[in-house]
T-cell receptor, first 109, second 114 residues
Framework: RKEVEQDPGPFNVPEGATVAFNCTYSNSASQSFFWYRQDCRKEPKLLMSVYSSGNEDGRFTAQLNRASQYISLLIRDSKLSDSATYLCVVNPKTYKYIFGTGTRLKVLA | EPEVTQTPSHQVTQMGQEVILRCVPISNHLYFYWYRQILGQKVEFLVSFYNNEISEKSEIFDDQFSVERPDGSNFTLKIRSTKLEDSAMYFC????????????FGPGTRLTVT
């Protein structure tokens, strides 16, 4: 099983749609979890940390399910500017981070 | 807003040459990282650095690679003898403290080995 696994997509959705991505991880001792956004040939930008209680930032909601070892990202009311690759990042050790391959999202006008 | 900076933005070098990639982390950050991303592939962890020593390194980070924090602001990645397969985007990242695991990335250096 891969350390961090994501559906590569692409997810093509119309503007205004709700879209959800999942990510699974293999190390049950992982400590922290993040969603990053990466635009083509740019650096990853932190979107949000993911907490056990779930967290929300505007149109974005992240959830963590430790029992099933997955995290999710929900984007409501998709905008054209949300088109990007969404990276799941897991911190299995204090000093190490593992990235998923990313899920490509394309929001269509 | 403070940000991580990296220089150069693009480096072209010949196989076998040494390269040094430079990063200036955010000023109050204590933990520093290098990652690489080969075109079309995922971001891969190379090394983490804290308190002037390597905390963790991946299997990619072999004897050809080294890191240094030569002064209070710069953090460098050296590749001693570059190979074609070292061509990639190299990202530096930093985070602030033991209690915050959120990393912030620089814009990257695109390394092309010919």
């Amino acid at each position: 099983r891969k350390e961090v696994e994501q559906d590569p997509g692409p997810f093509n959705v119309p503007e205004g749609a709700t879209v959800a991505f999942n990510c699974t991880y293999s190390n049950s001792a992982s400590q922290s979890f993040f969603w990053y956004r990466q635009d083509c040939r740019k650096e990853p930008k932190l979107l949000m940390s993911v907490y056990s209680s779930g967290n929300e930032d505007g149109r974005f909601t992240a959830q963590l399910n430790r029992a099933s070892q997955y995290i999710s990202l929900l984007i409501r009311d998709s905008k054209l500017s949300d088109s990007a690759t969404y990276l799941c990042v897991v911190n299995p050790k204090t000093y190490k981070y593992i990235f998923g391959t990313g899920t490509r999202l394309k929001v269509l006008a | 807003e403070p940000e991580v900076t990296q220089t150069p933005s693009h480096q072209v070098t010949q196989m076998g040459q040494e390269v040094i990639l430079r990063c200036v982390p955010i000023s109050n950050h204590l933990y520093f990282y290098w990652y690489r991303q080969i075109l079309g592939q995922k971001v891969e962890f190379l090394v983490s650095f804290y308190n002037n020593e390597i905390s963790e390194k991946s299997e990619i980070f072999d004897d050809q690679f080294s890191v240094e924090r030569p002064d209070g602001s710069n953090f460098t990645l050296k590749i001693r003898s570059t190979k074609l397969e070292d061509s990639a985007m190299y990202f530096c990242a930093s985070r602030t403290s033991a209690s915050s695991y959120e990393q912030y990335f620089g814009p990257g250096t695109r390394l092309t080995v010919t």
